[in-house]
DNA sequence: ATTATCTATAGATCTATAGATAATGC
DNA sequence: ATTATCTATAGATCTATAGATAATGC
């Protein structure tokens, strides 16, 4: 059944939508392609004209959710021109970020299935956690840019550590205090 | 070909340590259990006369991975009594461990993919992790017991996401970065 | 413990068809 | 507006591989 343009490129968007869900949520090898398509309304066999392979929608899908995680710390230290140090650990290290895994950040989903991998998804990942850092270290407190980009490291360091061990432990407690104590050490009102 | 008792607890324990060499290098679901028999010089059926799933399997090894990382820390922990924290740090964010996973923390290789299921092993790293913070709480540095309880939830969210970035960039630049300079900012001296 | 086999499922390919788009004709 | 062409889709099918079981052998 032929579908209009219009409607094949919302078909495609359709597919990397769910696909960004479901692959955060859980993995890329435990997410099927007739699973994706399934969830975006459409059979299995469709896929194979919108994508070449599940690794090119791999990659697609990483570069769009690496790019919107850019983006979205951006515009939170914009808009917090005061504190944006303060605005982007509220909004990382918050309950909603462990709670919802398909919504949020890709690395805090994906880093440790990527780095067993090789090729552009890696590559993508590199390059994203590269550019973290680069923000990081323009909004962290330090006397000299060497410190400031040292803080960078520690600081991605950290936040993602808390996430993602944040979302391990089962105890809300436990969790609770991986991510707020995490926040609280990093703000710059205590260092 | 039926084998003494003694040769069947040894092709068990040989099955238990390639299973967990792999596991940490490649992750439970893509290490297949043909794979792992392989390993052991063993062929692929004779798996289900030592364990009943591959589920089984990948809660006993992480039993064992687990208990050998508390005792390894403890080890290093009382080794080095004027400098605990240091000598552990140094252990646990190094070169070594970063590039050998299969033959480091079980922790640091598989969080991610255990977050995503339930049950036993699921429990098992819970319990683990919470038993890193217990041990961190007492070597780490703060006036109280509290402080130093949070210290405990900080660093280990530190030193986890510290390992699981080193391995997750390409670059070595910018690995031994998250590394060392995460090492460095950690330690008592520097607080 | 080995070997062969079973069953389920994965990614990927193939064929026919619906129906959108482009070319043609009035 | 009609006709021809093009193409995205559905759905069946293919191939490989996974975990698991059964039969066999020593």
Redesign the pocket.
């Known amino acids: ?8 490129a ?3 968007e359709k597919i990397l939508g769910v696909a960004g869900v479901l692959f955060r949520e859980k993995g890329f ?9 399934k969830a975006a ?17 791999a990659l697609e899908v990483s570069r769009a959710l690496i790019e919107r995680v850019k983006i979205r710390w951006n515009e939170i230290i914009t808009s917090a021109p005061n504190a944006p140090l303060d605005a982007l650990l509220n909004h990382y290290l918050s309950r909603c970020s462990v709670d919802d895994p398909g919504g949020s950040c890709v690395f805090a989903s994906l880093v440790q299935e990527v780095s067993r991998s090789q090729g552009a998804v890696r590559s993508t990942f590199n390059d994203g956690l590269s550019a973290l850092v680069d923000i990081l270290s323009e909004i962290v407190p330090g006397d000299s840019a060497q410190e400031r980009r040292a803080k960078g490291f520690t600081t991605l360091s950290a936040m993602m550590g808390a996430v993602i061990l944040a979302r391990a432990v089962e105890s809300r407690e436990l969790s609770d205090n991986f991510l707020f104590t995490t926040r609280d050490a990093l703000s710059p009102a205590k260092s």
Chains 1, 2 share one sequence.
């Open positions: 059944m032929r579908v209009s343009r219009e409607k094949f919302e078909n495609r090898e435990s997410t099927g392609v007739a699973e994706i398509m309304g459409l059979t299995h066999g469709g896929f194979y004209g919108h994508f070449q392979s599940k690794e090119d929608l």
